[in-house]
């Protein structure tokens, strides 16, 4: 099953690393796609990807539908086929009391007030029209690094990814709802939407998790030598398939030092 994600710590060196500096290739196959840049202090590394939580005021509907979920996730609910569909939010079930995909994902969007609390929820076609009809989402990917996105396998499943974090059904030890890794997901099969910027609601001074990812191939070794838990950095990033938002380089602007060697500096 898929790895968890965990939370923080906080701690003033100034060093930089960069993708090519840190031999993981570059962030994006397109050499014209444009970059921006973030500051945060970063609260999870793992293998392929870190996690930085944003400064800003407590709030905001993305920071309401990432700590939901990570409630949801610690009870550790079975998946129940049909589960949770009766009232949003509500786990339920003849024989355990769980969620399926849909349930999850309308729970998780009802947390941040885009989902009419009470209500049923319908199948995964159903959760994406009624979204669709309710101005809530778009096709095609998210952009901006405030972002919700769905991914619909008609008839058969959809899950959701939340500031660059995938979150949904077949995680943990009961195939509950959770967080899991990117390749879980064949996204050839998968029809992508994206929460439009004005039902999200969110502003640049709003704080949130965001996750970044080195792209395939990343040596987990390097990055847990250079990038630290409890570094405030300053990231410079590009967007890419599938929602994906790309490191470029990671700027350590105080907070913990970075471990390891020292990288080049842009």
């Known amino acids: 099953m898929p790895a968890r994600r965990c939370h923080f710590t906080i ?6 690393v960069s993708v090519a500096a840190l031999g993981l290739g570059t962030a994006s196959g397109s050499a014209s796609a444009a970059t921006s840049t973030i500051t945060g202090t970063i609260v999870a590394v793992h293998p392929a990807d870190f996690i930085i939580w944003t400064p800003g ?7 309401e539908m990432v700590s939901y979920a990570d409630k949801l996730e610690a009870k550790n609910y079975p998946y129940v086929y049909g589960g949770g569909h009766a009232k949003v939010g509500v786990a339920s079930g003849a024989h355990a009391k ?11 969007l009802e947390a941040g007030g885009l989902w ?3 209500s049923s929820v319908p199948g995964d076609t159903g959760v994406v029209q009624q979204l669709l009809a309710k101005k809530v989402i778009a096709s095609g990917p998210a952009s901006g690094p405030y972002q919700v996105a769905l991914f619909d396998k ?3 499943d959809i899950q959701m990814k939340i500031g660059g974090r995938f979150y949904g059904t077949g995680v943990g030890s009961r195939g509950g709802p959770g967080w899991f890794d990117e390749g879980v997901l064949t996204f050839p099969r998968y029809k992508e939407y994206h929460v439009l910027p004005s039902a999200l609601g969110e502003r640049s001074s ?3 998790y965001m996750t970044f990812s080195f792209g395939p191939g990343a040596p987990q070794q390097t990055i847990a030598a250079e990038v630290t838990v409890g570094a405030k950095v300053q990231v410079n990033y590009q967007e890419a398939e599938s929602s994906t938002i790309l490191a470029e380089s990671v700027k350590n602007i105080g907070g913990k030092p970075f471990r390891g060697t020292t990288s080049s500096t842009s």
């Open 11 to 16: 701690a003033a060196a100034v060093v930089s």
């Open 57 to 63: 005021p407590t709030g905001g509907r993305l920071n």
């Open 98 to 108: 769980g969620f399926d995909c849909s349930a999850v994902v309308a729970a998780v």
């Open 116 to 118: 009419p609390k009470g």
């Open 154 to 156: 008609p008839g058969q």
């Open 206 to 208: 709003d704080g949130n």
